[in-house]
C-alpha cells in the first residue's frame, strides 16, 4: 500500500498555518488602510511605509517556506493534479513578488493614494485567491492520502491544539 509522507509535511504545514495567521491579521489591517486611501482620508506616510514593509517580509517569508521541498514538493509529488496546481501556485509566488516590488516603487515614490490603493488592493486579492487555490491543493493531498492509508486525515488548516 502507497504511503504519503505525513509527519514532515505536518510540521511544515504547523508552521505555515501560523504564518497565515500572522498574514492574516497584517491583510484585514491593509485592507482597512486601503478603504481610508480610496475615500481620500488622511493616511500617515509612516504608516503606509511601516504595513507594507511588515507585509512584504512576511509574505516573501511565507513564500520561501512554503516553496521547500517538504511542503510544495511533497503535495506536488502526490498526483498529477496536484502537481499541476503547485505549478500554478509557484507562478503566482513570482507574480507576487513582483507585485511587492511594484507597490514598494509606489510607496517611495509617493504615488497617489488612488494608485497606491489600487496597486494593493490588486494584490490582497490575489493573495486571497491564491491562498483559496493553496487550500485546494492540500485537500487534494490529503483525499490521495486517505485512498492510500483508509484513515481520516488531520486538517491542515485548523488550530494546532
Ligand atoms: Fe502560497
Ligand atoms: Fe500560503
Redesign the pocket.
Known amino acids: 500500500m502507497m504511503s504519503l509522507p505525513m509527519p514532515t509535511l505536518f510540521g511544515r504545514a504547523t508552521a ?1 498555518f501560523d ?2 495567521k500572522t ?1 492574516h491579521k497584517t491583510v484585514a489591517q491593509l485592507y482597512d488602510l486601503c478603504a481610508r486611501l480610496m475615500s481620500g482620508r488622511q493616511v500617515a506616510a509612516a504608516e503606509l511605509h511601516a504595513l507594507v514593509g511588515v507585509f512584504s517580509v512576511q509574505l516573501r517569508e ?2 520561501s517556506s ?1 516553496e521547500e521541498d517538504d511542503y510544495f514538493g511533497t503535495l506536488a509529488r502526490s498526483s498529477a493534479e496536484a502537481g499541476e496546481l503547485v505549478a500554478v501556485l509557484h507562478v503566482e509566488h513570482a507574480d507576487m513578488r513582483d507585485g511587492l516590488d511594484e507597490l514598494a516603487r509606489l510607496v517611495e515614490g509617493r504615488a497617489s493614494s488612488g494608485e497606491l490603493a489600487e496597486c494593493l488592493n490588486a494584490l490582497l486579492d490575489q493573495f486571497n485567491d ?2 483559496k487555490k ?1 487550500s485546494r491543493a492540500m485537500q487534494q493531498y490529503l483525499r490521495e492520502g486517505k485512498e492510500c492509508r483508509q484513515s481520516p486525515p488531520v486538517p491542515p488548516y485548523s488550530s494546532p491544539p
Open positions: 505555515i504564518a497565515h498574514l511565507h513564500f512554503e491564491h491562498e493553496e
